[in-house]
């Protein structure tokens, strides 16, 4: 079958509620390429606007982590899309054989789907539907996102309570605040990304519930269990940072940059004692040191500044104390060379008016003794 007289389809090798992925050739460029056909916008009026959406969402992004777009047209009343062909397979697998892979395979998985979410935020787009199976890997191991722009059940979560089977899909990876009814965003996108990387480490997702609803709420409500729990062999650095994409909280997991750069640089091998990046990390507190007094944080802000010891004073010279003259005398002469008791001060004092007397009494004599000898002559 040839479409818009240029790609021709060869097997499918793809099919959802919206349409069909066919392995084909471009004809007039010789290569081979990815042909999506819209099927369902005669039954849902609105498929047609989004299956653009798509196309157009798509077309802005040029990644090596981002499968890429080629042409976008009608044929035989049909919407089509035109896209790379990724010669692999995606990280779906199934539910009587899950996908399970080591920590440094993950880790791989993990910067490069953040590196092609990263490029999609920059330009303002937000993917709404990370799973497995929109995961591609091509036969030299690279990692690519699929289906951008896909507007199932993302808008309105409640919405897609009522299709029994998809929401199952979609809702292993919902993040909180879509479950509650918020738009999306790209932290969003950071938690659907962190469901699937736990999902290739344990073999399931972080939740899972007999129906969508306490799917839903456990989503919104409660701690996912530590993969390590779950006999997943992997640093504690690279759990710690794996659940912080969990967060409830939107603005407490990291950007997916920040995602992409921290798993590229292999800080994922850090075992205890490692620094984790992030949102969620707690501010670094100095170690306590004996007989400093630690101050307690003060809740609502940032833990206080460790104030730096002041600098070595000496302390004031009491004011003199009478003590012991046993003691006063011991301690007065390791201070102070020469006579220093008070009895040396004492005699001294003594000897002083003496000889001053008696010089005097010396002088007094000679001059009346000139005066006498002057009166006689």
Known sequence: ????????????????????????????LGRSVAVKLMLAQATDPSAGDRFRL?????????????????????????????????????LQGSPTDPLIMPAERVAV??????????AAHRQGVVHRDIKPGNLLVDAEGTV???????????????????????????????APERALGQPASPASDVYSLGCVLYQLLTGRPPFRADTATALLYQHIDTAPVPPSRLGAGLPPAFETYLLSLLAKQPEQRPSAQAIADWFSSGAWRSYPGAVIPGPAQAPHQPPHTPGRAAAAPRSGGPAPLPMPAPAHTPAPTPPPVNRPPVTRSASAARRRPGPASSGGLAELSRRRPRKTAAVAGAIAFVVFLIIGMAWLS
């Open 54 to 90: 798509e196309a157009q969402t798509a077309a802005r992004l040029s990644h090596p982590h981002v499968v890429g777009v080629f042409d976008f047209g009608t044929w035989d009343g049909k919407l089509f899309l035109v896209m790379e062909l990724v010669e692999g397979d995606s």
């Open 144 to 174: 690519k996102l699929a289906d951008f722009g896909i507007a199932r059940f993302v808008d309105d979560p409640s919405a897609a309570l009522t299709t029994t089977g998809q929401i199952v899909g979609t809702g292993l990876y919902l």
């Open 1 to 28: 079958m040839l479409v818009a007289d240029r790609y021709r389809l060869h097997v499918c090798i793809g099919r959802g509620g919206m349409g069909e992925v066919w392995q084909a050739t471009d004809e007039v």
């Open 109 to 118: 998985v993990a910067a490069h789907a953040a590196a092609g979410l990263a």
